[in-house]
């Protein structure tokens, strides 16, 4: 084990040959074929970067004879050092989905019954804009907001500032990793960032909770686990579930979720008893040291073990192997956070186990990434908003008090929330309250599989005048839309410049390597023109995209030529950590690392993080667990023909004696049903050891029931169903979605 290689992890990881084998080649895919196939000859590489996920790795895409034939890793890319997971080898197959929409939409029945009128791109784009320019009159341009994932939102996030509005928001952060950044930036003054700096490749000690490399797929990530594990660094994993990285543990503690808080305290009681954090690390730059010693003395092993159900000598052993290996000792931040409405405080305490360690800025643990100066394009001022955001109003019983002259603003709902709420957008509309909001512009994300609760998104559109959805397939939301507006992929568009910050910082371009097949149009185009429609031709002064990333890269003493031909140009590296230079600095009221938080206590909110015992499900249902496969991104690529392939429906992991009990074999089929009646289409049973007998496990994604999703329609079951609970997060407004329970039911 200590030997496998880069690549042989990758297949235990999941990634298959099959996947390589058809990513490369779309043979196995017959009757495809790429538009303008039949005027081009020959061969020709087009270096761009990925947009399967948020990674974002640079790659060499080939064209043979006008065909879109296969993508690959770009060899000098810091990210996939040269090698793409199967996400990004599989992204040929975008192109050829033939469940793309191929031209403007316009509603033609009631909202949700997804009958279309195929309308031009004039059309369509006049309709939005008289609808905005209806809103905007009669409620203020901070009633249409905008939901975005991914890079491609930048110009449209341009727009909408132009029109007046502030309300932006990203499923990244509510859904995702806010807790995480949240709790770092409470600690350390910093939030962790994307991508995560962390120095796995370096780690002689690398612990991860819940954070499950090898299947969610970040690419420079699993690299790095694979070398560390050959390297023989020692690995603790946390999980309910027996994961792929925990197949690769020294230590695999299977906890009761809900518990993590419990099983943080008791490891940093041992260490803190026992002495063995780094006296020096926290001496220099710790602040409240002696409170924090004084509040976790309670929380022993043994306390924690009726909490965790993991054994003390585990809880102790696995405290001594990460003291052993210290400042080299990386507790993973991990990604997707919102569990239990705790995950501020769970990831300040994964941040505060790091501190004791002194892995922050130390090799080993979490670097200080460089980033290349790459000038901003010289807009005029945005118009200022009069009623401000949304997403995070002011506390009823605080309304009179004073606003703060900057900074932390306590009277707001969720005072430690550092990013717009997309939850707090759809509460707003829901109510009304601060203010009405009756547009959704939403690109490149399914909010009714992305946002807990879907009969409370499906309520708050309905109260819209308007709701747009951009996207290269259609989804469920662009069912529930009035416009849908199809994009090109990233594979057919420019989009703005990716500057990254990494261990060695780059900028790298997205360029078109083949057309679009049908009527579809890139991002920047839909924008500008939407925004020429609506009379704000001042904030597009470039006429196209190549004037406006020539004039960034002019300004950063680049040029787009050689970007065009090269795909990236790194950036000098900078220093990294404490010993080469890196100054340390934390940007928190105190200046220090904050083991003991005073803005927290008179926030009203624990100063060292706290345990609450989680709430039981009702008698004989399962906690819902659910995750990522190496091969899909969240729903996005189920009629993607390539990764489809690899996987075309979902399972729902049972544990092997539950299952029979049962009397479920594998590969029967059941539904899920939810403590509130939800009951999921039907899912093949996976009986397993790998699963504690508390919960079941399915992938994210699937059980489309979209009818534009031809391909996908119905495979699987949706875990985004059966989510129809959610524990918001006190400090920053996460949604907390691990708290749904089911049963199962045999299909008869």
Known sequence: MNNVSRRRFLKIAGAGAGVAAAGSSLAALPGLRAAGQAAEKGIREVPTFCDICFWKCNAIATVRDGALWKVEGHPDDPLSQGRLCPRGTGGVGAH???????????????????????????????HIAEKMQKIKAEYGPEAVALFSHGVGGTFLKHTLKAYGSPNISAPSFAQCRGPRDVGFELTFGHPVGSPEPTDIRNSKCLVLIGSHLGENMHNTQVQEFADAVGSGASVIVVDPRFSIAASKAKHFLPIKPGTDIALL??????IVREGLYDKEYVEAYGFGFEAFSAEIQPFTPEWAYPETGIEPALIRESAREMA??????????????????????????????????????RKGGIYRPGRPSVPAYPYPPYPKSVRGMVDNPVRPEL???????????????????????????????????????????????????????????????????????????????????????????????????????????????RQPVV?????????????????????????????????????????AGMSLATLKQKGLVKAPRSPLY??????????????????????LKEAGFDPVPKHTPPKPGPPGSFRLLYGRAPVHSFSRTQTNPVLAQAMGENEVWVNADVAERFGLRIGDRVRL????????????????????????????????????????????????????????????????????????????
């Open 578 to 599: 404490f010993e080469e230079g890196v100054v340390p600095e934390f940007f928190t009221p105190s200046g220090k690392i904050e083991f003991y938080s005073v803005q």
């Open 265 to 270: 305290l008791a490891w940093m009681n041992v």
């Open 96 to 126: 050829f989905d033939s469940d793309r929409v191929r031209s403007p939409l316009l509603r033609a029945s009631v909202r949700g019954e997804e009958q279309w009128t195929e309308v031009t791109w004039d059309e369509a784009l006049g």
């Open 399 to 509: 309304e009179g008090a004073p606003a703060p002259a900057g900074g932390l603003d306590l009277r707001r709902r969720y005072p430690f929330a550092t990013e717009p709420l997309t939850t707090g957008v759809r509460d707003a509309t829901l109510t009304g309250e601060p203010y009405p909001v009756k547009g959704w512009l939403v690109y490149a994300t399914n909010l009714i599989k992305t946002l807990p609760n879907q009969d409370e998104t499906i309520e708050a559109i309905q109260k819209l005048d308007l709701l747009v959805v951009v996207d290269v397939i259609g989804s469920e939301i662009a069912g529930w839309a009035d416009v849908v507006l199809p994009e090109s992929t990233y594979l057919e568009r420019y989009d703005d410049l990716n500057v990254q910050t990494f261990r060695d910082p780059f900028v790298a371009l």
């Open 515 to 555: 057309e679009a097949p049908h009527d579809q149009k890139p991002n920047w185009w839909i924008a500008r023109e939407l925004a020429v429609k609506l009379g704000l031709e001042e904030y597009y002064p470039w006429e196209d995209i190549e004037e406006y990333l020539s004039h960034r890269l002019d300004a």
């Open 324 to 361: 052993r290996h210290r400042p080299a000792t990386l507790i993973h931040p991990g990604r997707h956070t919102t569990w239990h409405g705790n995950d501020t405080q769970r990831s300040r305490a994964i941040a505060l186990l790091n501190a004791l360690m002194g892995s922050w800025g």
């Open 673 to 748: 049903k939810n403590q509130d009646g939800a009951v999921s289409d039907t899912i093949k049973v996976r009986p397993t050891q790998a699963v504690r007998p508390d919960c079941v496990y399915m992938v994210h994604g699937f059980g489309h029931s979209s009818k534009m999703l031809k391909k996908a329609y119905r495979k699987g079951a949706s875990d985004s169903q059966l989510i129809t609970r959610y524990a918001t997060d006190p400090l920053m407004g996460g949604t907390g979605m691990n708290v749904n329970f089911v049963t199962l039911e045999q299909e008869a």
